[in-house]
């Protein structure tokens, strides 16, 4: 059983950066999509960021475009979520994802999420 593990959440001013970080137990990530959600209370799920298996193509959504990047480091096998200028309406819960076909962002595997607070 695959188990997703975030950290690097935390309170930051507004117009500050966080990076997050994914590791997982179990099997090896290299062969799968990773994905980064975050979740308000009320609000459905929002796909933030993704990259497929093999780092070349990425998805970042519209409203952090320009402000937040995907990476992942094979040799630490860990998926990293770069955040800058951050803004009060990036606070949510932050999860990662696991999507084991590789390329189709559809996830299977979700950890338990890191709290990202940004004060005004």
């Known amino acids: 059983q695959k188990q997703l593990v975030e950290s690097g959440g935390g309170l930051v001013q507004a117009g500050g950066s966080l990076t997050l970080s994914c590791a997982a137990s179990?099997?090896?990530?290299?062969?799968?999509?990773m994905g980064w959600f975050r979740q308000v209370p009320g609000k459905e799920r929002e796909f933030v960021a993704g990259v497929r298996w093999s780092g070349a193509s990425t998805f970042i959504a519209a409203s952090v475009k320009g402000r937040f990047t995907i990476s992942r480091d094979y040799a630490r096998d860990t998926i990293t979520l770069r955040m800058n200028s951050l803004k009060p309406e990036d606070t949510a819960v932050y999860y990662c994802?696991?999507?084991?076909?590789?390329?189709?962002?559809?996830?299977?595997?979700w950890g338990q999420g890191t709290q990202v607070t940004v004060a005004s």
């Open positions: 994802a696991a999507d084991k076909t590789g390329n189709n962002w559809q996830f299977d595997y």
């Open positions: 179990g099997r090896a990530l290299s062969t799968y999509a």
